[in-house]
């Protein structure tokens, strides 16, 4: 998400310089608001985002983490990064075990009987290396733990017919991550997973089913809306349906690497502002939307600040992460290694764009602390652009590149933005591809999410901060995320 950033000083509704900063107001320094301008202009005449996707997505194609195709993005986010000026693009390598699908296929067919009926599936990630199972079908329904639990004595050695979103969902109710559902069905007993997407046109949607990015001991499978609905209404018809799930996939050991590229603070170089990306892909298509609209808007802003020369107090980093898809490989490396060194506290924020699209505000991610502070620049955004609604947020989440910074206390920013229904339609499936991103949409993620990020890392004084250990636990508790962090056996705390 991108931003312009400027300070608007004794206008109408307007705030003083003293909330970017407080000291010496009266000495001459340049207005957040002019620096806003400045982004805004430089975007919306010179922004690259939309072409260097486009070019990547004919080039390149998918950007698979472990693929060629993926060692190949990677090079080229760090040549066109050395191409903006920028000296310091560095690559940060880890090892990963790296999964690519092999053969699969879903029989369907009543107990005692030879009536099989072949159903068109796709292997959702970390599945076996090779599987094969046979077993009655029990519907879970939309798979939360409520549902396992009311089917908890008749899944054990059966496989489990789960929605991978919530279809006639209940009021209140938090849908959980296929890997999720899938780390509930492996607690219950279950021998196999077929997950049903529910959006129309035969789509089959790919991902991760594994909570760790590690190999799970049972094949999960995705199927599309209409063959979830012909298999309940056979099962609805035979009392016992049976499914036979084969597969074959490939799991080694490579290397990825995330790649980082430095713009050094004028004031508190220490201090170290994050905005970040995953730039791997699925397979099925190019990943044009996941997550290409949000690297590729990482890359511009990158463009954008050496292109107006501007240094902020803070260090930014711009980081390409890989292996986000199959379970926050590149985060949580970069996390740990910034761990093992003792250099966690220098990380005062991350941004975070993970298919962020036209933003209309800010989240807050749940710090109440900088609530203000946030709205005081969403404020700043819409002097320069009256169009920006400035919508606040302030609610924490999982899964994406964020994460492992935010379960360790650092604090998080997230631009609220959307997408039409028809693009959300193709997450993970094979028509993720460029003929969806909008060029104009593409260019408002650039140019605000820049706005915030230069708030960030030119203030005087950000409110909020690291938490501690115990601070942290009751932050992820406020804001409900203890449950799916114990599912996914990321809960370090003992109760």
Known sequence: MTKRIYVVLFSVGALSLTAFYPEDVNVAKPSLEKTFARINREVL?????????????????????????????????????KTYGFKDVRYEPFEVESWMRGTVALSVVPRKSDNFRDVPVVTLAHSPVEAHVAGDIVDVGNGLEGDFAAVKDKLKGKIALVNIGLAAPTK????????????????????????????????????????????????SVCIS????????KWMSEEKNLNAVIDMTNSSRKIRARNVVATLKGSKYPEEKIIIGGHLDTWDLATGAIDNGIGSFSVLDIARTFKALKLKPKRTIEFVMFMGEEQGLLGSRSMVEDLKSKGQLDKIRYILNLDMTNNPTGINAFGRDAMVPFFRTVGETIQQVEPAFANNMANQAGLHS????FMIEGIPVVGMNGSLPKEVVDCYHANCDKMNLVNKEQLKNTVRYSAMVLYALADADDIPARRLDDSKTRDFLVTQGLRTPLQIANEWRWKE
Not at 225 to 232: I, Y
């Open 45 to 81: 005449e010179n922004s690259r985002a939309y072409e260097t996707l486009d070019d990547a997505s004919a080039t390149i194609g998918h950007r698979l983490t472990g693929s060629t195709n993926g060692s190949r993005a990677e090079a080229y986010t760090h040549d066109l990064l």
């Open 225 to 232: 809306l209409e063959s979830g609905q012909e298999v309940r």
């Open 172 to 219: 209140g109710a938090r849908n959980l991550h296929r890997s999720e559902k899938t780390a509930l069905a492996i607690q219950y007993g279950a021998i196999g997973v077929i997950m049903v997407n529910l959006v129309p046109g035969d789509v089959l949607l790919t991902g991760t089913a594994s909570v760790t990015g590690k190999l799970i001991p049972i094949p």
């Open 401 to 404: 590149d964020h994460q492992p």
